[in-house]
């Protein structure tokens, strides 16, 4: 059976959509065997006994990253739905085991919609990573360009999906760490995307390959249409519901809503979907356009804090 290394960070509190998430990876990969590395602060004993329930057949590798808090305090966290575990994963080359050659990072606000094999099986060349563009960031965001001094053919990706090649990471292990502390250094008060922007810094260049963001990143916050909907159902293998707002914690329709809660109602967790079933009753009657637009203005309010 084909393995696949896969590498999320998570808290108790995530636990739910961490399991919405590796359900659709199961789920839609039955031919793949999965070793799971969880990275984390604090991590009850509940919590791990719910994921070793789940999916007994996941090879699980609990990794207690709370002894490099005070390293990675460096780094400034600027957005409220980001927590400190993210950026453990900076730090792959020091506490992933160096038997490991590649790994993919999954963010646990997303769902996987299809097959990964191909995307696990990606030629890197000598590329450190691959990634999908952020379609949002490289097209409207001026703001993230001038702060981290990027050039316009920097394409910026999104760090909800990354394959890491670390047999190439390694090799530059000594000067890791001194390019993490010079980053963070020189770019204070200015990562605002957090640890993607760290990511982007130290991966520029002929350092990372672009995969196809459509395919194996898609974020339907920009979906406008009921054809839209319907093309990323059939044809994106990994939607990720990235930014502050989430499908499962706001009673306001979401694009793509309705397909990650039939993964999660499939879960221990389902009962909940039919409380959401119900607060979505009332806007079943709002036209399409009209979500969009109030879809949309509410994203610029959160964004704008």
């Known amino acids: 059976m084909f393995k696949i290394n896969i590498l999320i960070a998570m808290n108790d509190g995530y636990i739910k959509p961490i399991v919405t998430m590796l359900y659709s990876l199961k789920k ?4 793949i065997e999965f070793i799971v590395y969880i990275l984390f602060n604090t991590l009850s004993s509940k919590t791990i006994k719910v994921l070793e329930c789940e999916f007994p057949d996941i090879q699980y590798v609990f990794l207690d990253c709370s002894k490099y808090n005070n390293y ?3 780094f400034d966290l600027h957005m409220q739905h980001i927590s400190m ?3 453990y994963r900076l730090l792959l080359p020091i506490i992933i085991p160096e038997t490991v050659e590649r790994i993919l990072w999954l ?3 997303l769902i996987v919609n299809g097959h990964i094999g191909q995307l696990y099986s990606i030629n890197f060349g000598d590329a450190s990573v691959a990634a999908a563009e952020d379609m949002i960031v490289s097209h409207e965001d001026v703001q993230t360009y001038e702060n981290l001094k990027l050039d ?3 394409n910026y990706f999104n760090a909800g999906v990354v394959l890491y090649n670390l047999s190439e990471i390694r090799k530059a ?3 890791y760490q001194s390019s993490m502390e010079r980053i963070a250094d020189e770019y204070k008060g200015k990562l605002m995307m957090n640890d993607q922007d760290v990511l982007n810094l130290m991966y520029r260049g002929d350092k990372r390959i ?3 963001s459509e395919k194996y990143n898609f974020i339907p916050r920009k979906i406008y249409s009921k054809r839209e909907e319907i093309k990323a159902k059939n044809s994106a293998i990994i939607i990720h519901f990235a930014g502050g707002r989430k499908p499962w914690n706001n009673s306001f329709q979401y694009p793509l809503a309705d397909l990650y809660w039939d993964y999660r109602k499939e879960t221990i967790f389902g009962d909940e979907y039919y409380s959401w079933k119900r607060k979505m009753r009332p806007y079943k009657l709002i036209p399409f356009n009209t979500i969009r ?3 949309d203005e509410l994203y610029k309010s959160v964004k704008r804090k």
Not at 28 to 31: A, F, L, R, V
Request: hydrophobic share 35%.
């Open 210 to 212: 672009l995969i196809d």
């Open 28 to 31: 839609n990969n039955p031919d």
């Open 293 to 295: 637009f109030i879809r």
């Open 107 to 109: 963010d646990g606000d």
């Open 85 to 87: 575990e993210t950026f």
């Open 152 to 154: 316009l053919d920097d």
């Open 173 to 175: 292990s000594d000067s």
């Open 72 to 74: 990675l305090a460096m």
